[in-house]
């Protein structure tokens, strides 16, 4: 929203702590206080409320909302100094309470110079130019006088409640400001943890990759050591196996041998048995050769003798 302030007509002369405004053609004049004069020169309708704000927190050098600015422009448009806008439906609530204390304690001033400072030829004017006593004029002035003190003795009251409502806001933004240090200290602290537990997962990462790593090679050299008792014992079997089979050559060889040698006695004592039933043939031949031999002698022997 683009707060627009009517400066057609309007002629702006003061001093630096209040400002007043008139408008020669009627010969109406306001005397504005300077803040509600700095937001009537803020509002260029090209400037925002919230750029208002910043620019005169710029200016004055202390914290200006947007919510003053939102009263003060009411202010204005009461008096028909600055189109009527509404305010964002967000802070009508809070625009409501602290208009009415900008009109009263800030700006209350602004208000009753509006009322109070209409000049003389603008009375004179709506008085068809007559004494102005004639009609009761001072009777008015006092009136008006009058408000103006109810209105300032309101303006202390509300001025007061203003310091009291200030030192509860500085009471409670050293609460915020605390409670910001106790965040900002717990998310500190929280991201250490953070940290802290990151560094513990990584740690517990690479521990758990030794420990496969450390299994892994347990099962190769577990593998490895059973392969090679598979091959010692395959080697085992195959080296039993051919001792078997050479100690049973070697017994087939031996009961061979000892086959080929009892034949051979066998034969070597069947020869001999042949050999000596020859010899005891040819002995026995010879001695009946010898008895026949002998009785062939004896036999011519007996016949000489005859």
Avoid: C
């Amino acid at each position: 929203m683009f707060p627009r302030a009517r400066t057609d007509g309007i002629v702006s002369d003061g001093s630096a702590t209040r400002q007043r405004l008139t408008e020669p053609s009627t010969g109406r004049t306001w005397e504005l206080s300077a803040f509600v004069y700095a937001v009537w020169s803020h509002a260029d309708g090209r400037t925002s409320v919230a750029q208002i704000a910043e620019a005169m927190s710029a200016e004055q050098d202390i914290a200006v909302s947007e919510q003053q600015v939102w009263a003060a422009l009411d202010l204005l448009a009461d008096q028909g100094l600055a189109e009527r806008i509404a305010p964002p439906a967000s802070s009508s609530g809070d625009l409501a309470r602290r208009s009415f204390v900008l009109r009263t304690a800030t700006a209350a001033a602004a208000v009753v110079g509006a009322v109070a400072a209409v000049s003389q030829p603008a009375l004179a004017a709506s008085t068809g130019g007559k004494s102005s006593q004639s009609h009761g004029v001072p009777g008015e002035i006092s009136t008006l006088q009058s408000d103006v003190q109810t209105l300032q003795a309101t303006t202390e009251e509300q001025a007061v409640k203003i310091t009291q409502l200030q030192g509860q806001a500085n009471e409670q933004g050293t609460k915020i400001q605390t409670l910001q240090t106790q965040s900002a200290a717990e998310a500190a602290q929280l991201s250490a943890d953070a940290s802290a537990l990151s560094e513990d997962s990584t740690e517990i990462a690479r521990l758990q990759q030794d420990v496969e790593a450390e299994q892994s090679a347990k099962q190769q050299a577990e593998e490895g050591t059973k392969e090679q008792n598979n091959k010692q014992t395959e080697q085992s079997a195959k080296q039993q196996a051919e001792e078997g089979t050479k100690e049973q050559s070697n017994k087939q060889t031996e009961q061979s041998a000892k086959q080929q040698a009892e034949e051979s006695t066998k034969e070597q004592n069947k020869q001999q048995t042949e050999q000596s039933a020859k010899q005891q043939a040819e002995e026995s031949t010879k001695e009946q050769n010898m008895e026949q031999f002998s009785k062939e002698q004896g036999t011519k022997t007996s016949s000489s003798a005859g």
